[in-house]
């Protein structure tokens, strides 16, 4: 039968605190409300993530331009394919949780925290074309040929894959075919936010070393602390995908099983994006290296980011990593030291607000990053 859809269905007036997360009849489309809750969890991040709001243009780059034409030409080859792949891969993050996610949410809480989520994923899209058009006398050499980039386009393939799944799926349960399988469409938003945690936790952590290697040595600093607000984000993002794994399999049998069902498949998944980094690093570092980074540092620190990731969502590591091979990349991951005040790397119109904009220690208490 098809699945009727609205906006909110007033007749549903069941309590949303005891619906699941996803695909809950009894939750998703009623009154949307923030004063009862399930999970304080969503809150809070969505909380943060709008404490920690930011706009690119905050960050003067202006001297960026100055520092990529004195770059060598592999190191101009090494930052601007960086920037190509963080382009393409926040083009898919930027819209994909709406597109995936928001259709099968059951809670109030955890629909607002996508929302933000997403928007949050626009000003690091929008922040990559405020760096082209400050850094570049020509953009187009940035957007022309980045989809015939095969190193690219591969890792954009696999991670739409599983947004791509999840997303048919979707449309299956809302048109009522009869070949839709609830049990295979939980799986699939299992394995989506498997993915999606690997793309949050791994994969961007190859592009921020390189940017933030270039700011060790004074260069392209803008740039860096562009990407310091990024990634600070994506720490919050990254938390909430884990808190989702985490909750899944309590809330609901089947998710306890496909956790156990999908065990192999999911190690799979980190060894594959594990070995595109390399692929990458290899790909990036093909003509030389910059001081206090290379090919095989950054392999090293691609294993001990999966490492980690795969610990936090119930995974045994399979990487021999011990302490973490770039070591000052920690000061940057932190957030202590982003400045953003007019007599630092910042424009003249300066944001005055209350938003707390720092990552302090106590800040993702009780969550697993």
């Given at each position: 039968m098809k699945k009727k859809l609205s906006v909110l269905d007033v007749k549903n007036k069941s309590d949303h605190t005891k619906a699941n997360m996803f695909l809950d009849e009894n939750g998703g489309l009623g009154m949307q409300r923030f004063d009862v809750?399930?999970?304080?969890?969503?809150e809070k991040l969505t909380d943060k993530q709008l404490g920690f709001f930011w706009r690119p243009e905050e960050v003067d780059i202006l001297k960026d331009a100055t520092d990529f034409k004195n770059l060598t030409d592999f190191e101009q080859h090494i930052f601007t394919s960086n920037l190509k792949r963080q382009i393409l891969l926040d083009s898919v993050q930027g819209r994909s949780p709406n597109l995936a996610l928001l259709p099968i949410v059951s809670l109030p809480e955890l629909e607002a925290w996508i929302e933000t989520w997403a928007f949050s994923e626009t000003i690091h899209s929008r922040s990559y074309s405020h760096i082209i058009r400050n850094v570049y006398s020509n953009p187009s050499k940035v957007f022309d040929d980045m989809l015939e980039m095969e190193e690219i386009v591969n890792c954009a393939d696999s991670i739409t894959e599983k947004y791509d799944a999840l997303i048919e799926f979707n449309e299956l349960r809302n048109k009522g075919y009869?070949?839709?399988?609830?049990?295979?469409?939980?799986?699939?938003?299992?394995?989506?936010?498997?993915?999606?945690?690997?793309?949050?936790?791994?994969?961007?952590?190859?592009?921020?070393?390189?940017?933030?290697?270039?700011?060790?040595?004074?260069?392209?600093?803008?740039?860096?602390?562009?990407?310091?607000?990024?990634?600070?984000?994506?720490?919050?993002?990254?938390?909430?995908?884990?808190?989702?794994?985490?909750?899944?399999?309590?809330?609901?049998?089947?998710?306890?099983?496909?956790?156990?069902?999908?065990?192999?498949?999911?190690?799979?998944?980190?060894?594959?994006?594990?070995?595109?980094?390399?692929?990458?690093?290899?790909?990036?570092?093909?003509?030389?290296?910059?001081?206090?980074?290379?090919?095989?540092?950054?392999?090293?620190?691609?294993?001990?980011?999966?490492?980690?990731?795969?610990?936090?969502?119930?995974?045994?590591?399979?990487?021999?990593?011990?302490?973490?091979?770039?070591?000052?990349?920690?000061?940057?991951?932190?957030?202590?030291?982003?400045?953003?005040?007019?007599?630092?790397?910042?424009?003249?119109?300066?944001?005055?607000?209350?938003?707390?904009?720092?990552?302090?220690?106590?800040?993702?208490?009780?969550f697993s990053l």
């Open positions: 809750i399930k999970y304080k969890q969503f009869k070949s839709y399988n609830e049990y295979e469409h939980k799986k699939a938003i299992w394995l989506c936010l498997m993915s999606v945690n690997i793309l949050e936790g791994v994969r961007f952590y190859v592009s921020f070393a390189c940017s933030w290697a270039f700011a060790e040595l004074k260069k392209m600093e803008g740039n860096a602390k562009i990407i310091k607000l990024i990634a600070r984000d994506e720490n919050v993002h990254l938390a909430s995908t884990q808190q989702m794994l985490k909750l899944l399999p309590l809330e609901d049998k089947d998710f306890a099983k496909i956790k156990e069902e999908t065990y192999q498949e999911v190690t799979q998944m980190y060894l594959d994006a594990v070995e595109q980094e390399k692929e990458w690093a290899d790909y990036l570092f093909k003509d030389g290296s910059i001081i206090g980074l290379n090919a095989e540092l950054l392999k090293q620190y691609v294993e001990f980011i999966a490492g980690k990731r795969m610990h936090a969502v119930g995974q045994e590591k399979i990487f021999n990593t011990g302490t973490n091979p770039l070591p000052w990349t920690q000061q940057w991951i932190a957030g202590g030291s982003v400045q953003v005040a007019p007599q630092e790397t910042e424009i003249s119109s300066y944001v005055i607000g209350g938003t707390k904009q720092d990552v302090e220690k106590d800040t993702f208490k009780g």
